[in-house]
């Protein structure tokens, strides 16, 4: 029982255009979302939060908007740069610290 | 600020034999929890502890897998005995305590690579 997906297993972006990750999730419960990235070898870092009271979060090059109505939301990248590539998780949660992981999406940003 | 530590980085075992790994989490953090990330899937909690109480083991295999969180700080992890479907990177995590507040953003270590022949 997938409660959270990312359908997409990889994405290649030419460097300097934008990187649009996408995420579903299914359980009505879940009202904060996270994005991790992760390197190979690395553990995951945090990327970027929104919670369900907001439509749109930004910071710097990546903005997370959600539709709850569409249980979706996705991550926006502009301009992707190589240093960008990684595998990008998307995780949820109804209660705190419980977080809930997509299976990720391999980023890649070719020069 | 000094980040989660974790040992080893690598280990391979056996099946049967016998696992354990450590976690020392960022100072102050109260929350510690321990992920296991299988090859092309996303880390899948086993266990949250709160100081040395456990939150939440729901998902650890009980019958080979335990957990300890002694003195509130550091924690080990220990599978006994050891499946091939165990091979997997676990990942240790902690979060802070604000009050009675959890905060919901985890901070991961490098995690441990265990391949299990």
């Known amino acids: 029982d997938q409660q959270v997906k990312q359908n997409s297993p990889s994405l290649s972006v030419q460097e300097g255009r934008i990187s649009i990750l996408n995420c579903d999730y299914t359980n009505s419960m879940f009202d904060y979302f996270l994005w991790y990235k992760k390197y190979p070898a690395e553990g995951p870092t945090f990327l970027i939060s929104?919670?369900?009271?907001?439509d749109k979060n930004e910071d710097g090059r990546f903005t997370v908007f959600l539709n709850k109505s569409a249980k979706h939301l996705s991550l926006h990248i502009v301009p992707s740069q190589p240093g960008d590539s990684a595998v990008y998780f998307c995780a949820a949660t109804s209660r705190v610290g419980q977080l809930t992981f997509g299976s990720g999406t391999q980023l890649t940003v070719l020069p | 600020e000094a980040g989660v530590a974790q040992s080893p980085r690598y280990k391979i075992i056996e099946k049967r034999q016998s696992v354990a790994f450590w976690c020392n989490p960022i100072?102050?953090?109260?929350?510690l929890y321990w992920y296991q990330q299988i090859l092309g899937q996303g880390p899948k909690l086993l266990i949250q502890?709160?100081?040395?109480?456990?939150?939440?083991d729901s998902q650890l295999p009980k019958d080979r897998f335990s957990a300890e969180r002694l003195k509130g700080v550091d924690s080990t992890l220990k599978i006994q005995p050891a499946k091939l479907e165990d091979s997997a990177v676990y990942l240790c995590a902690s979060s802070l305590l604000t009050g009675s507040k959890i905060e919901r953003k985890l901070f991961f270590g490098s995690g441990t690579q265990l391949s299990v022949l």
């Open positions: 502890f709160q100081n040395n109480g456990v939150v939440d």
């Open positions: 929104i919670s369900s009271i907001k």
């Open positions: 100072s102050g953090h109260a929350t």
